[in-house]
């Protein structure tokens, strides 16, 4: 049966357990799942199938390697250390990064070859403690680093929620985004040439008064009204969800037909399911087809997309 190293957060440790019948916790944030992975599962992160499994020195490693990986095919190598801080170091006495280039080195000295831009295959090494665990993934879909800078987390939340759920795929050209403040969802669907009303009665972040295709409106999100109608809502209100999904579905009526709505909810305990399941009964009827996934950059709170019913 196939075993899976599985990123997710601690914080709903229970939820993941649940959503996969079980799993242990090697480290940080990390599981080794043994099992049938669910398809689109809510709770993780990210799920590499474990290829390989040797001591963590660079010998078994550079063997274990030189065993997955066809000299015809390119490679790049990331490593992720897994425990305290400097775990990976009292092993092999280098961090992650070093890892990386060393092992690199070793596979092209027998003739392997290395391409850290565009390789046919990632060797993803997980250490943890003594052990490296190895996975091997098609190049295209390197994450590579993030090296961008955001206004606030709630941009780079509304950015990886976007490609997530693939919202590409919908015509999305207006907007109504409650709770903007300071702007981090209107911004985001700004730079994607989506126009934003913004509501929400705290101020936006001073540099968003330059983009053109966001509109503020300082009220509370209660209280405003519109004749106008969206392809999307945007929810991302820092109260509890029963109160957020009430007042996300009383703007039901200003979305187009197969309209969405993107909201954050918000979970104060670790057992998201609950607030799952308040949110959707607030939005049930009114909304449809809800999907829900915690986001790497999420914290207490969990994304749900639906479809106007």
């Not at 091997?136 to 709630?154: F, M, Q, S």
């Amino acid at each position: 049966m196939a075993q899976y190293i599985v990123k997710a957060s601690d914080r709903f440790a229970g939820a993941l357990r649940s959503e996969l019948g079980g799993c242990r916790r090697l480290g940080t944030d990390t599981y080794i799942y043994e099992g049938n992975m669910p398809e689109d599962p809510i709770f993780v992160h990210s799920a590499y199938r474990i290829d390989a499994k040797c001591s963590l020195d660079f010998d078994a490693i550079r063997k274990a390697l030189a065993e997955l990986i066809p000299k015809s095919k390119s490679f790049a190598i990331e490593c992720q250390l897994v425990g305290k801080r400097g775990a990976g170091r009292a092993s092999l006495g280098f961090g992650s990064r070093e890892i990386e280039v060393r092992a690199g080195k070793l596979l092209e000295e027998s003739g392997f070859i290395a391409n850290l831009h565009n390789p046919d295959l990632v060797a993803v090494i997980v250490a943890v403690g003594n052990t490296a665990y190895i996975s091997i993934l098609g190049g295209a879909i390197r994450k590579g680093r993030d090296v961008r800078e955001y206004l606030n987390r709630a941009e780079k939340k509304f950015i990886e929620a976007y490609r997530v759920f693939g919202l590409h795929s919908f015509r999305i050209r207006n907007t109504l985004d409650i709770g903007a403040a300071p702007g981090g969802f209107s911004k985001a669907m700004a730079e994607l040439g989506i126009s934003v009303v913004s509501v929400d009665p705290g101020m936006l972040d001073p540099a968003l008064a330059r983009i053109a295709k966001i509109r503020h409106e300082r009220i509370r999100a209660e209280d405003f009204r519109t004749d106008r109608t969206f392809d999307l809502i945007t929810d991302d209100m820092n109260m509890h969800p029963e109160q957020s999904a009430r007042i996300a579905a009383s703007f039901s009526k200003n979305l187009e037909e197969g309209g969405l709505l993107l909201m954050t909810v918000k979970c104060p305990t670790r057992n998201p399911i609950r607030y799952m399941e308040v949110a959707m009964g607030e939005l049930n009827g009114i909304f449809r087809n809800f999907r829900f996934k915690h986001l790497e950059s999420n914290k207490s709170e969990v994304m749900l997309l639906c479809e106007k019913a």
